[in-house]
């Protein structure tokens, strides 16, 4: 019997898949536990469509993230802070430091956990971010730290 799976099994493969079992295997544990449908015309046609569906949902995705990085990679980011003796900052500049003064500046608003700082910002300086709008596609932004 072919079956296409629903869920991801360990033995047969992942969702999505349409795999050829045993009658007895589909009827008594893959069907009634919802881990596979019958692969009826219907059902893989359903199938095919969902596919489908789910590409373009994702390169919509990605392209969002391309005109994303576009406007952010243009940005010069001036983040003003307290600074004590010999150019040394009180703590150190966050992501969320740098999420909100993107918001606040730009209006755009990034999830402070995409924002990836590579040594901790402790001094006034120039410092280069990365910023993972998508799997695929990353930004670099540079942010120059002043005192306020």
Excluded at 69 to 80: D, Q, S, T, V, Y
Excluded at 110 to 131: C, F
Aim: with cysteine; aromatic share 4%.
């Amino acid at each position: 019997m072919k079956v296409i799976l629903k869920e991801d099994v360990k033995a047969l493969g992942k969702k999505g898949k349409i795999c050829e079992v045993s009658d007895g295997y589909a009827r008594n544990f893959l069907i009634p536990r919802s881990l596979a449908m019958e692969a009826t015309e219907g059902n893989v046609q359903d199938l095919a469509h969902k596919q489908k569906q789910e590409e373009l949902r994702k390169q919509k995705e990605r392209q969002a993230a391309l005109d994303l990085k576009g406007r952010i990679e243009g940005l010069n980011l001036i983040l003003k802070v307290k600074v004590g003796e010999k150019g040394r900052l009180f703590g150190s500049v966050s992501n969320k430091e740098i999420a909100e003064v993107l918001e606040k500046q730009y209006k755009l608003k990034l999830d402070k956990r995409k924002i990836d700082i590579k040594e901790p910002i402790k001094a006034i300086g120039d410092y280069n971010v990365t910023i993972k709008l998508h799997p695929e596609v990353t930004a670099n932004v540079i942010i120059k730290v002043v005192a306020s």
